[in-house]
Each structure stands twice: as structure tokens, then as C-alpha cells.
């Protein structure tokens, strides 16, 4: 159990003093990605920041300036996110509308981490069900897999059910992927090496069920290469992991073009961060539920006003500009361990 989370929450202002907010997305340590929150900041004040303080800029000027920075997509995000709220708040219009979203309401499934028992696990996903979750997500794990999506299954026969691996497995374990084509899953997510592609599509081409990459996919470029070698049907999207909305929106661009379905997931953001997974959510080829918790899932108090909520499964984008939600600046200087103002020479 997690009681604590240590993220980098960003502040950009213009000329002007209006604001724009942002939230590095990485974890403490280096377990879902080599950048960590350290990692961040030392890009982002070092090397980000003395790109773009003092300079009139916008999102493109600001993807050309850190194009010489190789990686650290998630703290060039944390940035992006930033700028992309200050835009919002400058047009006057909700992040999901000046990025092109679709819809004003998103479908939402919930992730459901390895229980202690699987009666365990049947009581937590008969809680979403009955919370309204519109998809369940069970992670699996060698020991962890075949038995426990049998038993699932046959315990609901007619949910939407999809099974997240997080990289555990290999090409040697074909025969349990076989397996699970019985249980007509929505798809298997990063099943192989987190950096994979090649065997990804090996596996792909011998099972039934669509592969859903993840860890791999970290750039248009990774989605391109993956569509190529048919290492995946579906793509789970995390703007943070590929680098921000700019990003993300070239990803819908391209798998809406060739008819690759994409989804959003989310990480343990607070709400200033959700809110930018919410907002992707509503692009034009999000076609399944997806992994974006309510507030109250995680936090005992969030960052924003009103909270996100999620009633039947759905989640309701507000019509307010910026990002739709208040940041609650006394709350972030509450919970703040070390504050630091970058400006200009």
C-alpha cells in the first residue's frame, strides 16, 4: 500500500501573470520508467528551463527548443502540460476543446492490482461493478494468470475483462497466451519486455487476442515501428509517457489513420496531472475505457476543486478554461517538501 506519493507538481507564468499548471508524472524511483522524480528535476532546471525562460514562445517553439534533449519525456511533458493549460486559459477555452476532443464525457475501467486470494480479488472487482466501472484490468503474473482468469471469468461471463502482464512474460510462455484466448479478453497488455517490439509482434502473430503495448511505446516513432511489424492492435497512450499532448495527438493522427484503437491510461497522478489524461481522453480515436481513477481513489485530499469524480463509469469534463478544475495553491504549498522559482537572467 502506497502512503505516499512524491511527484513534481509544475508552475509556468507568463509576462502577463497569468498561469499555467503541469505535474511530472514519474515515480520516485526508476520501477516504470528510468525517470524518476530526481531525474525530472534535474532535467527541467538544468536543461529545459534555460531554453525557455525570458523567450515568447508557443508549443511548437517549445518542442523545436528541447529537441536536442535525448529521453526524459516525462519531464518535458510536465513542462508541455504546463503550456498547454497556459494556452487554454489564454484562448478562454477547456483543454479537451482546444486539443480537438470529441466528447465531453469519457468511459473509465479501473486497474486491479494482485490480491492475497482470489476471492480477494472477486470482492474488489464486485465493488467496481457495483461503483460503475465500465471495464475491469487484472494485472497478472507467472503464478498469478490462467487459474485466476478462469476463475473470474466464470464468475462474470459477460463483463469487459483485459489482463496487464506489465512486462512478465516471455516467448516462452506461448502456450499460457493460448490459453487465455478462451476467455474472450479485451486484449493482453505489455505481455513481453518492456522495451520490446520484435517479440511482441512474434507473439501477436500466433495468438488471437490483440497485444496492447505499453512500456514500449514511448513516441509516434515506437507506434509507427510497432504498427509496421504488427506487434500490437491496440495502444495504451500515456502522454506523459510519450512526452506530452503535442505527442499524443500525433499518436491519435497516425492509429486513427491506419485503424489501430488507442486507450489513455493513467499513473498515480493528482487531479492537476489526471486532468490531462482526462482531456486526451476525448480524442477522436480513444475507442475503449480508460485508466483515469477519480480523486478519491488515491488521495485523502487533491490538489484541484471540484475533485474528479467518476458516476457510472463515466467522467464529465467541465466547461471552464484551462485544464477545468482549480488548483488549490494553498494545498500545494501545504504539501510541498522543497518549492524553487526559475526565472530569467
Partial sequence: V????HTLIVK???????????????????????ETVA????????????????RNIDLEDYRALISGIRGHNMAKAGIEFALWDLKSRLEGKPLYQVIGGVRDVVD??????IKSSIDELLRAISKALDDGYLRIKLKI?????????????????DIKIQVDANAAYTLNDLPLFREL?????????????HDDLIDHAELQRRIKTPICLDESIKSLRD???AYKLGSCLIVNVKPGRVGGLSETLAINEFTEK???????GGMVETGIGRSFAIAAATLSNVRYPNDISPSNRFWYEDLIEPPWIVTKGRIKLLNKKGIGVDVLEDRVIKYSKNRVKLKSH
Avoid at 108 to 113: A, E
Avoid at 181 to 193: A, K, N, S, T, V
Avoid at 258 to 264: A, L, S
Fill in 2 to 5: 502506497m502512503k505516499e506519493r
Fill in 223 to 225: 507506434v509507427i515501428a
Fill in 12 to 34: 509556468v507564468v507568463n509576462d502577463e501573470g497569468i498561469e499555467g499548471w503541469g505535474e511530472v508524472v514519474a515515480d520516485e524511483g526508476p520501477w516504470y520508467s528510468y
Fill in 108 to 113: 473509465v475501467g479501473i486497474s486491479i492490482g
Fill in 181 to 193: 484466448d478462451r476467455y474472450d479478453l479485451l486484449m493482453i497488455e505489455q505481455p513481453l519486455h
Fill in 141 to 157: 503474473k507467472p503464478g498469478w494468470d490462467l487459474k485466476v482468469v478462469d476463475r473470474v471469468r466464470k464468475e462474470y461471463p
Fill in 39 to 54: 531525474t525530472a528535476w534535474h532535467i527541467i532546471k538544468d536543461f529545459i528551463a534555460p531554453r525557455i525562460l525570458g
Fill in 258 to 264: 491506419v485503424g489501430m484503437p488507442i486507450w489513455i
